[in-house]
């Protein structure tokens, strides 16, 4: 099979690890794959997965568009790039792509056409933008049935045109990975912490975090708060650290290896009003981490064999503290809840496992 794959950006995250995982797995398997980007790539540490596709002999190709003004003529440079070698199937992946690259495709006469639905925002403008494409397109793959469900609802996309896939860990890289060592921050090595990693947005839910911290990370304790991650509540989340004083909590910027830091902390704590499917959940779970996460699309799925001791309502921190507490209270429980959550990934929620489910669904829409 020939397939391209459309992205909006290649900065690190959750559906751009999802198309290098996925684009790797095909071309292993003989399949053609080549991948463009609206935006220009990332430098830096943030090149990563660019570098991984290129390392893999994957042709990557970006339209250098990075800002929204510049989309559209992005989109067809798109269709040039389409018509030039035309693959069986076009994948696209997040809003700018679905929308522009959906349309780019259907001119170059590409078939099939299918989407990705990544993560379940009640933005009604967008909604509405992604309906007009979803029509355009073959089928619709969604991370988890939770946002299967918002795009039956929000983007009139019938469950029968919709597919669930959900997201690959490579279990290994975080099950072997060596446990960082506090003192390299400057605490004790034996802290029990509480991880945040993230975008630092109100989409996360931070500020349930900040509301606890007397429970997460009392003074004079052992206890402690690790936040790691940028984005636009940077500034604001740094002058609250200050005050609550960096023994108890600590900010750091994202990291390219987070695997090390995971294996350490005592838990993860994903607070978020919405998600699609949190990767950061699913590492967690392959480092055998507890996981305190809320009722959001995909963790619901990813914990659902240990729900009650893992997952509270969209924005209950009170009942986010009680399920903290005895992860950071008992070792044996969170030991438990951790093999336990090691169990569930490896067996459902391997990268290879999501391959062929993608690969399987391909071939049958090339048939």
């Not at 055998?288 to 729900?307: F, I, M, N, T, W």
Request: hydrophobic share 45%.
């Amino acid at each position: 099979m020939r397939v391209d794959f459309v992205i909006t950006e290649m900065y690190v995250s959750g559906a751009e690890r999802c198309l290098t995982q996925l684009a790797k797995g095909l071309a292993e398997s003989g399949d053609s794959v080549r991948v463009f980007s609206f935006a220009n790539f990332p430098t830096g540490d943030q090149s990563l997965l660019v570098d991984q596709l290129r390392d893999a002999g994957i042709p990557v190709a970006s339209a250098h568009a990075d800002h929204v003004s510049s989309f559209l003529s992005a989109s067809a440079k798109l269709r040039s790039w389409l018509v030039e070698s035309p693959p069986d199937i076009c994948q696209t992946f997040l809003f700018h792509a679905n929308v522009l690259g959906t349309l780019a495709a259907k001119k170059a006469g590409v078939k099939i056409r299918v989407g990705g639905a990544r993560i379940a925002e009640k933005r009604w403008f967008r909604n509405r933008i992604e309906r007009h494409a979803v029509k355009q397109m073959s089928s619709l793959i969604c991370v988890s049935h939770g946002v299967q469900e918002f795009a039956a609802t929000h983007l009139n996309c019938p469950t029968t045109k919709s597919l669930v896939i959900p997201n690959g860990v490579d279990v290994l890289r975080f099950s072997t990975a060596t446990p960082m060592a506090w003192s390299e921050i400057g605490w004790p090595d034996d802290s029990k912490v509480s991880l945040f990693v993230g975008r630092l947005h109100p989409q996360k839910g931070i500020q349930l975090l900040q509301s606890q911290i007397d429970s997460l990370a009392p003074a004079q304790s052992d206890r402690r708060l690790l936040i790691v991650g940028s984005g636009p509540l940077q500034s604001e989340l740094k002058s609250w650290a200050n005050d609550i004083g960096p023994d108890r909590v600590k900010m750091i910027p994202w990291q390219k290896e987070i695997a090390p830091i995971i294996k350490a902390c005592r838990l993860l704590v994903l607070p978020s009003y919405y998600e699609g499917m949190p990767n950061v959940v699913l590492e967690a779970m392959a480092a055998a981490k507890p996981v305190v996460c809320s009722s959001v699309q995909g963790s619901l799925e990813l914990l659902s064999h240990d729900r009650d001791r893992q997952v509270f309502p969209i924005g209950d921190d009170a009942a986010m503290r009680k399920l903290v507490e005895p992860f950071l209270a008992d070792e044996l429980i969170c030991d438990d809840v951790g093999r336990r959550n090691q169990e569930r990934v490896k067996l459902d929620f391997s990268v290879p496992a999501m391959v062929d489910a993608y690969r399987s669904f391909y071939r049958r829409l090339v048939v």
